[in-house]
């Protein structure tokens, strides 16, 4: 018995022995570290790369360094929509930090053309340390503890050296709420022993995973749009230090290795950015992170896949601001152990690969600081004068009837620190008038003239045709922000704009006891109006326009104005105007009161051309098959620009339904033929009886596939292809026949409901998909269409483009007293399609009121 017992322990402690000696696995062997400072293993309890670490014990155990050790200062700058922190532990030598300000201004000369640096000996290397942007890649939050420990506790010459030449900004969690839906799931399902078969639940979450936010938004796509909180507080603290290299850790496929950059060339790269980046940095870089690898025995792999295009990325943001981007990609375990084509992958050796690299990219960053440093001063001292030897002098922007998208567009050019000026006088180009008020001015000669090319250029030609994401990326059109170019001898003048000078446009309105109207035309009328009939009040639509007699003199109003009769209310007229004060001022907008309903031209407000508006009870299914970036990208939507709620249930959950509690049903992308037949005829049963249905990209494909509606498939063109190919290109040629994201122009019926508050028939929309739909029979039906030579920007074949002008972009189609309305492509693409939001506030709120021509 007792032999028994003691081979019993000793299995245990030879089993254990890896993760008690966790700094002979995880460091280099003969690292010393202070024993005053706790090692991550030591504060948490358990070895790392044993459990998944929740984000509040990483951020107290950076409170913990910070507290014991002056080498670290920990900095809170911001919260997730889960209100979980968002920190960064800044660490470098006590003398740094007793002049960090100073240190912090110094570097900003960097990026000032104006400022002469004779030496650099100095300055430091800011080094941005960022991990785990994805929450189900976990490794890097791992990595990140045991960096910071190295750093904070390391006792060795090249430790101090680093503390002493740079400054590390290390931010453990880009995703702090997708890491904790991830870590949850990979704990609850781990198992003693532990199961690496990867049909194992804890390698297999459930929809919507932990990959994404708490929107379901992927935000290593919004370093450029800024949708989303965590993004804006890291965009305003990165603009606090513009650090010289910045990583941005992920994991692929369990059966891969390791990738670093380089990136595939030229094909995967940013067309702003000068080559010296790519051939320079990348290359310099490249040497420290294989040294490393190899003395480890990883194997990794570069240059291809991946790619470095698409600014919203962690990895190519730093790069258009003179830094060095870094994306490092570890083969998953997604769990503690799953099996792979060459073995099995542990947790611990994930965290191990992306702790060397990470190391690896300080060593780089202080062994080559000075080329770093020069480069940065290169950088934007270059780019202010290829913005002054441009062909143009700016760019002059504005909508002149909608002032909340105006200001939502200069928002995040300032966000992005983008010189804009408000114009003084009126100006016309391109047949265009932008009127003072609203007219605006983006001079290319400025340090960000890259980041103004990234928000106004369309960019057609491309090096390459394969595209890991989008191939278009131009903010100005994804606003749909009238724009044009200024080439005038010199800039425009008028005020320089700051976040300060956002002001909204409210104003308090006068008192009537007949009606008041709003303009539809405006971003966030759909706000007021939300808000209107959750306080229960009859609010009308205009389907044609006039012109009316109101209290800021004779006013013409546009198709969907919306019109609140006072007499006619269930409240007393004080109320209703209380109510309608409330409403426009949470929406930022302006209210006109009229003591007539009588009309200068046009409809009268008694016309049965104003039409009652429905409150929308809105349900839309989750889960399965469906696309949860697209149900994420509806739910933030609503929330954030309407206020509004959305019932969201699982596609298991239908049965459950009451469809009588609702009129507005929401499908995603997706395949829905999984409810089964009968669900799907009740759910048809209910449009008959006056349900709308609102279905985006390829729900609307099922839509006209299951015969749903009536509506057909346009003939896709067919590219020629030889006969014979050689194997190796296969991948080339499947890629370059996608349409991976890109811009194209439509033109917008604008006297249709569902194109209301449009005021021109030119509207810029987003396709990412190869799916073509051919226009309604009903000539009244086909709200939004390609127009016939319709790309914008972006790559997409020609034969792929030759088949798309004259298809469908918006149509609607009734069932009995219903409708379907029918988006082919998503107008709410990532947040930051405003131009195309319209599109889809108009069939919430206006869908059922399109009659049957």
Known sequence: MKLKSLLTLLTCLLSLSPLYSQNDYFFPEGTQFDPNIPSPEKYLGYPIGTLHTRHDAIVGYFRELARLSDRAKLDTIGETYEHRQLVVLTVTSRANHNNLEQIRQQHLQLIDPDQTIENYSNHKAVVLLGYNVHGNEPSSSEAAMLTAYHYVAGQSAEVRAALNDAVLLIDPAFNPDGRDRHSTWANSYKGDPMVSDPVDAEHNEAWPRGRTNHYWYDLNRDWLPLAHVESQARIDFYHQWYPNVVTDFHEMGTNSTYFFEPTKPFGSENPVVPRDNYDGLNNLFAGYFHEALDEIGSLYFTKEQYDNSYPGYGSTYPDIHGALGLVFEQASSRGHLQDSRMGKVAFAFTIKNHLTSGLATVRGAVGEKATLLR???????????????????????????????????VDLLLRHKIKTYELDDDISLDGKTYKAGNAFYVPNEQVQYRMVRTMFEKVTTFYDSIFYDASSWTTALSYNMPHSQWTGRLDLTGKQLSKDDLASNFEPVAKSDYAYLIEWDEYYAPKALNYLLEKGIYVNS???????????????????????????????????????????????????????????????????????????????????????????????????????????????????????????????????????ENTIDRIKQWVREGGTVITLRSATSWAIRSKFVNEKFADRPERDTPDRMDYVTSREFRGSNAIGGSMYMTDVDITHPLAFGYTSRELPVYRNHSNYVAPSSNPFSTVVKYTENPLLGGYVNKSNLSGLGGTASLLVS????????????????????????????????????????
């Open 814 to 853: 009734g069932i009995g007293r219903g409708k379907v309305i029918m988006f082919v492509d998503n107008p709410n693409f990532r947040g930051m399609w405003y131009g195309t939001n319209k599109l889809f506030f108009n069939a919430l709120f206006l869908g059922n009121l399109v009659s049957r021509p």
């Open 542 to 676: 205009a389907f044609k326009t006039f012109s009316i007699e109101t209290n800021e003199g004779v006013k013409a109003y546009g198709y969907g104005t919306l019109m609140i009769p006072v007499a006619r209310q269930e409240v007393g007229a004080e109320l209703v105007h209380a109510f309608v004060e409330e409403a426009t001022e949470i929406a930022g907008l302006r209210a006109q009161s009229v003591t007539s309903g009588y009309s200068t031209t046009g409809i009268d407000l008694g016309s049965g051309n104003f039409r009652t508006i429905r409150k929308p009870r809105a349900i839309m299914l989750i889960g399965g098959n469906s696309s949860s970036y697209e149900a994420g990208e509806v739910w933030h939507l609503l929330d954030s620009k309407v206020g509004m709620p959305i019932t969201k249930v699982h596609t298991n959950n239908v049965g459950r339904v009451s469809w009588d509690n609702y009129n507005t049903l929401v499908l995603v992308s997706g395949n829905y033929s999984s409810l089964g």
């Open 375 to 409: 480069h940065m001063k290169d950088y934007f001292s270059g780019a202010k004068e290829e913005g002054k030897k441009a062909e143009a002098r700016g760019w002059v922007f504005g909508d002149q009837a909608d002032d909340s998208r105006n200001q939502a567009f």
